[in-house]
């Protein structure tokens, strides 16, 4: 698609026809929790809007995020959303390599100085930086130098939003997230292993439409998307009502489609829109196929104690520890007997 | 850390230890602390009998106070109950005693658990009050009995609030919940709340000590 193109014309000359495009825009509206009467404006405004300029560095991922944003079954608006960015720099999906695409990367940050939007994926490993480096820069430098004449940075992926799996105990790379490093730049979370294609779509959609960033919760991530509990939103929640609940992934209850949460589900304690958005063009979603939710979006999500325990099983220790407990209070018991003995026989030779 | 991860873990290991350190401090000790010996003739040998006896008839008032405390009597069946079932039978809690114990057991629907709660619930508070109000009942109340009583309001009225999402933050509320059950846990050994696991020892030995005395109490 040429510079100079706009969304909408980009779209109608891949097929998408107007209805098609009204029904994505009142989609996303309705995804970013807008008034209805906000269609309109968000459609005048994604089909006039110039290509933003986007710089995508992926550092310590599995790639999963740009596959789940580019794998969809069939193009959709979204992903043709997507195609239509300019998206100037991105390691995976770049032909170019070493240091002509690094070259490219300067060029696209000069040229678009302070307005360009800057897409992160993965985790920056500040413990020793050798462990992930682009054409001899190290992740830690590379972000710094993309970020300063960044408008705003989209942290993608639970790695970028929070450190994710390579930041999971004992951390070995030492890795962060870019809002560890990053103070001076509007950062959005849009956190998720890997994230909804949606809400990144929808997040990118908002910029286009508003020139702004969306409202955040505490975490950093847009409220429009992350202010779902999963739990609360569950079509299982009635047999977590009833008490039904599946105690196997095949016995009766996993069969009937009863409640996940003595398998382990974190969905009381996660914040995404995986059971209203779902996945796989709204096929579906993780609970709906038989698995608990693993709570991919929240900080920290690989070391709660374990995927398969519930959420209010806890981490009590062992038992082993407990009979220690057992046997330092039989030991403080032995004292305070002995001392009391003996203050009763002082007592009673002070009576004698 | 989030608020939730310190409840789950370290909070709930270190309760857990401290109260079981500090069950068997009282217990060892007031097995092994000096007992009085007993010089006269005993009444009755079967103190074995009478200590057991003793645990059943206590649960019941004595046949002559009956009339005039039903009320208290009744409640306190009530609040005891419902308590015990919004612990044991609450399926969440279920869980958890699984992870510590290693097996579960049938637990009631949510919304039946959640309805016995707020019944024991309005019990206990309706009992507070009496406390408070009544003048015997003033007099033999201690700070030990008003701590014990607010740590377990509260237990119950964050853990509705967790179950019922009735705040913003399930996780927040759900942590809350479970630090104040943590401080109940430490509260247990060292307050009047001990009877919870110490009921049956002491109503055995003061049935065994009335039976060889020959009191029939
Ligand atoms: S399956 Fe998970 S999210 Fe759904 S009702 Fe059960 S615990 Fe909640
Ligand atoms: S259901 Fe839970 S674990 Fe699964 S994708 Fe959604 S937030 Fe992540």
């Not at chain 1, 109608?12 to 009142?26: A, D, N, Y």
């Not at chain 1, 705003?152 to 450190?163: E, H, L």
């Not at chain 2, 270190?14 to 079981?20: C, G, N, P």
Request: aromatic share 10%.
């Amino acid at each position: 698609m040429p510079k100079d193109q706009n969304l909408g014309e980009y779209l109608r000359l891949q097929g998408v026809s107007r209805r098609g495009f009204l029904k994505f825009c009142s989609a996303t509206a309705s995804l970013m929790a807008l008034p209805p009467s906000a269609v309109a404006q968000v459609a005048e405004a994604l089909a006039t809007a110039r290509r933003p300029s986007v710089i995508w560095l992926s550092f310590q991922e599995c790639t999963g995020c740009t596959e789940s944003l580019t794998r969809s079954h069939a193009p959709t608006v979204e992903s043709l959303i997507f195609d239509a960015i300019s998206l100037d720099y991105h390691h995976t999906l770049q032909a170019a390599a070493g240091h002509g695409a690094e070259a490219a990367r300067e060029a696209a940050q000069e040229e678009n100085k302070g307005e360009y939007i800057l897409v992160v994926d993965g985790s920056i490993p500040v413990g020793n930086p050798a462990y992930s480096t682009i054409a001899g820069i190290s992740n830690l430098d590379m972000l710094k130098n993309a970020a300063q004449d960044c408008f705003a940075i989209v942290a993608v992926g639970t790695c970028a939003a929070f450190g994710g799996l390579p930041n999971a105990n004992p951390n070995p790379t030492g890795a962060v997230s870019v809002s560890e490093i990053i103070k001076d730049k509007p950062i959005i979370n849009v956190s998720g292993c890997p994230p909804i294609p949606a809400v990144i779509t929808g997040v990118l959609a908002h910029f286009l439409t508003f020139g702004s960033i969306p409202e955040l919760d505490s975490l950093g991530r847009p409220a429009a998307f992350f202010g779902q509990n999963i739990h609360d939103r569950c079509y299982r929640r009635p047999f977590y009502e009833r008490g039904q609940f599946a105690a196997t992934f095949d016995d009766e209850g996993a069969r009937k489609g009863w409640c996940l949460y003595k398998l382990g589900c974190k969905g009381p304690t996660t914040y995404n829109a995986c059971a209203t958005v779902k996945w796989n063009q709204g096929t579906g979603f993780p609970i709906q196929a038989g698995h608990g939710c693993i709570g991919c979006s929240e900080p920290n999500f690989w070391d709660k104690g374990g995927f398969y325990s519930p959420i209010s099983a806890g981490m009590w220790g062992t038992r082993e520890q407990l009979l220690g407990a057992a046997a330092v209070g039989a030991a403080l018991g032995v004292g305070s007997a002995i001392a009391a003995r003996r203050r009763q026989k002082k007592a009673q030779e002070t009576v004698l | 850390m989030t608020l939730l991860d310190f409840a789950l873990g370290p909070g709930l290991k270190w309760s857990l230890l401290i109260m079981i350190a500090g069950l068997t401090w009282r217990v060892v000790g007031v097995f092994l602390g000096r007992w009085r010996r007993d010089l006269s003739r005993p009444r009755s040998e079967a103190v074995v009998q009478g200590g057991l006896r003793t645990i059943i008839t206590r649960s019941a008032p004595a046949r002559e106070l009956e009339k005039n405390i039903r009320f208290q009597h009744i409640t306190g069946y009530i609040w005891h109950i419902g308590f015990f079932a919004t612990v044991l039978l609450f399926e969440p809690h279920i869980a958890f005693f699984e992870s510590v114990l290693g097996f579960a057991w049938p637990g009631l629907p949510s919304h039946l658990a959640l309805v016995v709660a707020a019944i024991t619930l309005a019990v206990l508070v309706m009992l507070t009050l009496r406390r408070m109000i009544h003048p015997v009942m003033r007099m033999i109340t201690s700070t030990d009995d008003y701590v014990s009583l607010i740590i377990i309001i509260s237990a119950m009225v964050t853990g509705i609030m967790a179950s019922t999402h009735m705040f913003p933050r399930y996780e927040t509320i759900l942590a809350v919940h479970i630090l104040n059950v943590e401080l109940l846990f430490i509260w247990i050994p060292f307050s009047k709340l001990g009877h919870l696991f110490f009921w049956l020892l002491s109503r055995y030995r003061i049935g065994s000590y009335f039976e060889r005395k020959g009191v029939k109490a």
